[in-house]
């Protein structure tokens, strides 16, 4: 009895593991103005709207052709599949030196003030290549929210 018991608690657990990994990763709004919903439908009122393309939100969970999301600032609601788009940025969670290589020793390009969105354009190791209106360069990946692998 006890044996039957672990077994289907540690299934149960390696489909909530599987489960969570599913409904846990980042897209971008691919439009300027997204509205976000209390509910999965279109019946549901509108709780806020977001209005800055390619804002980086996480999946949490999904029915149907809504996605259940939530922002950096722990704002969450649902929004429409179609509005969402796969892509690589993130929003600064503090101050950072915009390099023109990715070394400190580098010559510096700008101060960019925490939570600024960066467009990634490619990353190696701790610093990723971005853009950010008319600045492009090299800002270490830590302590950011979105996705950039």
Known sequence: ?????????????????????????????????????????????????????????????????????????????????SQLKKGKTFILLEDQILFTKPTKYSKPVLKILKGRLLVVKKCKKIWCSVKTENYTGWIRNENVWGDFK
């Open 1 to 81: 009895m006890r044996i039957s018991f672990y077994i289907i608690l540690i299934t149960f657990s390696f489909i909530n593991i599987l489960y969570a990994g599913e409904n846990n990763y980042y897209l971008i709004l691919k439009n300027n103005k997204v509205n976000v919903r209390y509910g999965p439908g279109f019946d549901y009122p509108i709780k806020f709207i977001y209005k800055k393309k390619n804002l980086p939100i996480r999946i949490i969970d999904k029915e149907e052709n809504f996605r259940r999301i939530i922002d950096f600032k722990n704002n969450n609601g649902w929004i429409h599949a």
